[in-house]
């Protein structure tokens, strides 16, 4: 080993090869950040190079070099929130794909068991739309739910549709239908637009609250409203 003047002989300099992979990895989480707030904001059409580039503090040339070009990037920005929202929900979510189907070789879910598995999902899915945390991702979804492009498939293939079939299996259950029928789909896709207002319509929800924000308290009284609307799933009475 070689050292320079100065140094402690006691620290080994990172190898060239690993320090250059540590500073593109840095360079490409910082550009992924980025694209998700500025194509948000701003819109694929609205964005340019240059601001991304300068939104991330990296050189214009970096683009190019990590993800071919604009596209590229606004691609792997769909990717990388796939993978953040996952890392909040993927878990649980699938925990309870593999409860769904360890009760379907035994006969099935209870609806007791159903009601408190969802109740379950929808607070995780409602604690974190109501985070601030979500606020960029839901500017660049929206966006991509008003014109939907090879993004929105992404998203929808990594987070939307593996939610939607775990959530929908429960939600028959409850209802006491084919997991698969509108009626069911609907009223799942209802039960999560109801919880993701308090992203996409947050404006609204604060003026017509009369909140400043949606801090602890508001919080609470967000998921304690997630739960009632979990409990409002029963079978249709059938009219004669």
Same mark, same amino acid.
Do not use: C
């Given at each position: 080993?070689?050292?320079?003047? *100065?140094?402690?002989?006691?620290?080994?300099?990172?190898?060239?090869?690993?320090?250059?992979?540590?500073?593109?990895?840095?360079?490409?989480?910082?550009? &992924?950040?980025?694209?998700?707030? @500025?194509? *948000?904001?701003? *819109?694929?059409?609205?964005?340019?190079?240059?601001?991304?580039?300068?939104? #991330?503090?990296?050189?214009?040339? #970096?683009?190019?070099?990590?993800?071919?070009?604009?596209?590229?990037?606004?691609?792997?920005?769909?990717?990388?929130?796939?993978?953040?929202?996952?890392?909040?929900?993927?878990?649980?979510?699938?925990?309870?794909?593999?409860?769904?189907?360890?009760?379907?070789?035994? *006969?099935?879910?209870?609806?007791?068991?159903?009601?408190? &598995?969802?109740?379950?999902?929808?607070?995780?899915?409602?604690?974190?739309?109501?985070?601030?945390?979500?606020?960029?991702?839901?500017?660049?979804?929206?966006?991509?739910?008003?014109?939907?492009?090879?993004?929105?498939?992404?998203?929808?293939?990594?987070?939307?549709?593996?939610?939607?079939?775990?959530?929908?299996?429960? @939600?028959?259950? &409850?209802?006491?239908?084919?997991?698969?029928?509108?009626?069911?789909?609907?009223?799942?896709?209802?039960?999560?637009?109801?919880? &993701?207002?308090?992203?996409?319509?947050?404006?609204?929800?604060?003026?017509?609250?009369?909140?400043?924000?949606?801090?602890?308290?508001?919080?609470?009284?967000?998921?304690?409203?997630?739960?009632?609307?979990?409990?409002?799933?029963?079978?249709?009475?059938?009219?004669?």
């Amino acid at each position: 080993m070689i050292y320079t003047a *100065g140094m402690d002989p006691r620290i080994a300099p990172l190898p060239p090869a690993e320090a250059a992979t540590d500073r593109g990895d840095v360079t490409r989480q910082k550009l &992924l950040a980025a694209a998700i707030d @500025v194509f *948000g904001r701003q *819109g694929y059409d609205g964005t340019s190079t240059r601001r991304l580039a300068q939104a #991330a503090g990296v050189n214009l040339q #970096a683009i190019p070099y990590y993800f071919g070009g604009k596209e590229g990037l606004y691609i792997a920005a769909a990717e990388h929130l796939v993978v953040l929202i996952s890392a909040h929900v993927a878990a649980k979510r699938e925990r309870l794909r593999s409860r769904i189907a360890e009760a379907d070789r035994s *006969g099935g879910l209870g609806v007791a068991e159903a009601r408190a &598995l969802l109740a379950e999902l929808a607070d995780t899915v409602a604690g974190l739309f109501i985070s601030r945390e979500s606020e960029a991702w839901a500017r660049f979804i929206i966006r991509e739910q008003m014109a939907p492009t090879e993004a929105f498939r992404r998203i929808q293939r990594g987070v939307m549709q593996p939610m939607m079939e775990v959530a929908g299996r429960l @939600v028959a259950t &409850l209802l006491g239908e084919a997991p698969d029928s509108e009626h069911v789909r609907l009223r799942t896709l209802a039960l999560f637009g109801s919880i &993701l207002l308090f992203r996409t319509g947050r404006a609204t929800v604060l003026a017509r609250m009369e909140w400043a924000e949606i801090g602890p308290r508001e919080a609470l009284a967000v998921r304690s409203l997630v739960r009632e609307l979990v409990a409002t799933l029963t079978p249709q009475e059938v009219v004669p």
